[in-house]
């Protein structure tokens, strides 16, 4: 008897920003709803390998996109994307978006008093992206 595999490709088609900041996550999670006008509430945990990943998500119905803001550092103390030790925050964007309002969107969230750093990552580079499906 053969066997068959099932080999399942993940879309890794979405927008990912990763934040430096010092900030507890729900303060900013109020930050970026105040800079940019969006109303993220906290909903149910992440659940890694790693451990429980808070997550803070708004539904655009209008533009047709999903925000997330996502803790790198899970309740065991373990990172979800290991090759970002130093990133704190992920925000992940999932709908139809130009490269412009990328930029746009990392610099907004750059000019935050508490950000150290936002920046653009690319999922198909990183080796522990499948953590970012959920």
């Known amino acids: ?22 900030e507890k996550d729900f303060r900013l999670c109020w930050m970026l709803n ?11 945990d992440h659940v890694s390998s790693a451990g429980n990943h808070p997550v803070f998500s708004f539904s ?10 996502i803790v790198n550092k899970s ?7 290991d090759e970002h030790q130093h ?8 709908g ?4 412009e309002e990328k930029k746009y969107f990392a ?3 750059k000019k935050l008093g508490s950000v150290s750093a936002s920046y653009m990552i690319y999922a198909d580079t990183l080796k522990s992206k499948q953590n970012l499906i959920f």
């Open 1 to 22: 008897m053969s066997k068959t595999k099932l080999k399942v490709e993940y879309d890794f088609d979405f927008c990912l920003i990763g934040i430096v900041c010092s």
């Open 34 to 44: 105040n800079q940019l006008g969006w109303k993220l509430a906290k909903t149910d």
């Open 60 to 69: 655009d119905e209008e533009l047709m996109r999903d925000y997330y803001l």
């Open 75 to 81: 309740d065991t103390g373990k990172l979800l994307i």
């Open 87 to 94: 990133t704190d925050y992920f925000i992940i964007i999932k």
């Open 96 to 99: 139809e978006i130009t490269d």
């Open 107 to 109: 610099e907004q969230i």
